[in-house]
Each structure stands twice: as C-alpha cells, then as structure tokens.
C-alpha cells in the first residue's frame, strides 16, 4: 500500500533518452514511462500513469527497483519480483506487474537498438 498511497519517482524527464507509451486493454492501464541512461545503467526513471492502485504501485516498484542499475540486471527483472518486492499482488492484479516490467523491458530495448548496441 505505501507505493499505491506515496508512488515514488513520478513525473517527466525533460531530457529522457527514451519516452515510452504501454497500455493493457484489459483493464484500461496506461503507463508513460521515462528512462534516461548513463553508461549501461538507468540513471532516472519517472512515470506517469492512468491506472488502478496495483497499476501506481508496480510501476512506482518498478521504477525503484530499475534506478541505478546496470541494464542487464534491469533485463532480468520478472512481474513476479515487482510483486514480491511490494509483499505479493493479488493473482487477479498481477497483470498489472507485468505492465511495469514490460515497459522497462521494451524501453531498455529501444534505447539499445538506437544507439546501435544491438540489431534493429
């Protein structure tokens, strides 16, 4: 509950290296993410979201859990860490974890294949 009543890193980054728009037609979620990077690592990530509480509080922990990292831990983040690391999701809101580590992923991704690091 503490990431659903006080999400950590939301916002814009001006200057992001990547902008990224995911959303779940299931449930409606929207999720804008932001991700700048330094060196192999997320240096910031901000978010803004339109979604239910397990929607704010996965991608506040997911956010928290990918800053500062290098990109290659970040890739191995799962749905099932995001929601372990806020002491477990109902299986019913579990999609919402994947949402959050989906766009991280996909981000992650992006910025890699745009600074040549691997194949478009």
Not at 5 to 22: M, Y
């Amino acid at each position: 509950m503490e990431h659903f009543r006080n999400p950590r890193n939301v916002g814009e980054i001006a200057d992001a290296d990547v902008i990224l728009r995911v959303g779940d037609p299931s449930c409606g979620d929207v999720l804008l993410l932001f991700l700048k990077f330094d060196n192999e690592v997320v240096a910031d990530v901000k978010f803004r979201i339109l979604g239910c509480g397990a929607a704010i509080a996965t991608s506040s922990m997911a956010s928290e859990l990918a800053r500062g990292k290098p990109l290659d831990e970040v890739l191995k983040l799962t749905d099932q860490d995001i929601a372990d690391a806020l002491g477990g999701l109902p299986e019913d809101k579990m999609h919402c974890s994947v949402l959050a580590v989906t766009a991280l992923h996909t981000g992650i991704m992006r910025y890699l294949a745009a600074s040549g690091k691997i194949g478009q």
